[in-house]
């Protein structure tokens, strides 16, 4: 079954790199219109020479203003917004409670869950009135289990489910669907940078921390962005005309996380 968006208007916040750019070209190759935020000017320049037809705004998701902007941006480009794909979140750092500043606290949540809540207040009154719509939002695993030193991060991402939860209930009656997709660790730079921060708090190697981070799943995996993306594309088609409200691991099963 080949799965198609053609023409739909579609909204993924920081697509510069890593999975929202694997979301991007998943997206655009079966036909949606894109429009995509990122904080980092390079990687829109970058986007901007690469892909001249996507609608590309630079907008930090936790600044209320910028991100009016980018959706009014969106809106006057593609005349609606058929799915957002609230992907925008940070790593925040890796260390114990105690040793957590309160302002790394509040920008982990700010960008997390008050990105997420930011884009979906701005983006749902044009799909109700449209009567449609599809909404999804990236937690993570760390959105089911506990994740030591990981406070900020794990926080903003169970918040995730639940904002998620009460968003697909509130807006099922208008014909508008949001879920939200756990990834575990993902392949690529990211997960070597939350690794070698993990390593580095506790005294321990990487190759150390990588291992355990691929015992926690029975499968043993680290994550293909493209699996991801693939769930969401699925998400956003009819095939997905009856889910909502769900929270869908892609993890190769993960147990636990340490
Ligand atoms: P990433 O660290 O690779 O960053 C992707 C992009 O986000 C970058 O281009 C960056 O400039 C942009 N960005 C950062 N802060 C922003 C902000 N405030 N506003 C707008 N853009 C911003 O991230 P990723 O690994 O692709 O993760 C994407 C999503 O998936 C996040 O919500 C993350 O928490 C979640 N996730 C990732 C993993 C993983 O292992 N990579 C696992 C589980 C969940």
């Avoid at 799965?3 to 739909?8: A, Q, T």
């Avoid at 701005?122 to 109700?128: D, Y």
């Avoid at 691929?214 to 993306?229: E, H, Q, R, Y």
Wanted: with cysteine; aromatic share 6%.
């Amino acid at each position: 079954m080949e799965l198609r968006v053609d023409g739909k208007r579609v909204v993924i916040t920081a697509a510069a790199s890593g999975i929202g750019r694997v979301m991007l070209d998943v997206y655009r190759d079966a036909g949606a219109k894109l429009f995509i935020s990122d904080i980092d000017p390079k990687g829109l320049e970058d986007l901007r020479g690469s892909y001249p037809d996507i609608g590309v705004m630079a907008c930090d998701v936790a600044v209320t203003e910028q991100v009016d902007a980018f959706v009014d941006g969106a809106l006057a480009a593609m005349g609606g917004i058929d799915v957002l794909v609230n992907n925008a979140g940070i790593a925040g750092p890796a260390l114990p409670v105690e040793d957590v500043e309160p302002e790394e606290f509040d920008r982990v949540l700010a960008v997390n869950i008050g990105g997420q809540f930011r884009m979906a207040r701005k983006v749902v009154p044009g799909m109700k009135a449209a009567g449609a719509g599809v909404i999804i939002n990236l937690s993570s695993a760390a959105g089911k289990f506990g994740f030591p030193l990981r406070t900020p991060y794990s926080a903003s991402k169970w918040a995730v489910v639940g904002f998620s939860k009460t968003l697909a209930a509130e807006l099922g009656p208008f014909g508008i669907r949001v879920n939200s997709i756990l990834p575990g660790p993902v392949d690529g730079e990211r997960i070597r940078r939350v690794i070698s921060d993990k390593a580095e708090t506790r005294g321990v190697s990487f190759a150390q921390v990588e291992e355990e981070f691929l015992a926690t799943s029975s499968m043993g995996v680290m994550i293909d962005p493209l699996d991801l993306a693939r769930l969401a594309l699925y998400l956003a088609t009819d095939a997905g005309k009856a889910i909502s409200g769900q929270s869908l691991s892609v993890d190769g099963d993960t147990r636990y996380l340490r």
